[in-house]
């Protein structure tokens, strides 16, 4: 179960950011054809949260369809699978969503706010990207 140390790397690279602040809440997208299991990394999140600033958190994972674009006829369309060919039947195809493996952001409680504060609201504060984004 691969999971687990995704789950590790994923709290680490918060905790990393946080610098010892709490956080609240963390947003993972997870897209279809990433390879791993939300449920699993839901699973795993408290245990391994625990003793760290994610201790508590709340863990929001969104799920992101895995699409495609025909390299021969242009069409975009869904995939099930790596190998779901496009419906004029070319495996041509180019990948648009479904591999992400992101934090999206986290929201972070500080001492001295009365509200939480996602990374996303307080771009470079943490060392993240201005979106708050950072691939697993």
């Known amino acids: 179960m691969h999971e687990l140390g995704i789950t590790q790397n ?32 839901l699973f795993c999140f408290d245990v391994v949260a625990e003793g760290t600033p994610l201790q508590g958190a709340a ?9 495609g674009r025909c390299r021969d006829c242009g069409t975009e369309f869904t995939q099930d699978t790596l190998f779901t060919p496009c419906s004029c039947g070319s495996h041509d ?6 591999h992400e493996l992101r934090i999206k952001e986290y929201e972070l409680h500080l001492a001295s ?19 708050g984004e950072r691939d697993v």
């Open 10 to 41: 994923i709290v680490a690279i918060v905790a990393e950011h946080a610098r010892g602040r709490t956080v609240v809440r963390v947003v993972l997208e997870v897209g279809a054809l990433a390879g791993v299991m939300p449920d699993a990394i």
């Open 59 to 67: 863990l929001e994972i969104r799920r992101i369809e895995a699409r």
């Open 93 to 98: 195809v180019e990948r648009l969503t479904g």
């Open 113 to 131: 706010e009365a509200t939480p504060q996602t990374a996303q609201e307080r771009p470079y504060a943490d060392g993240l990207p201005a979106q």
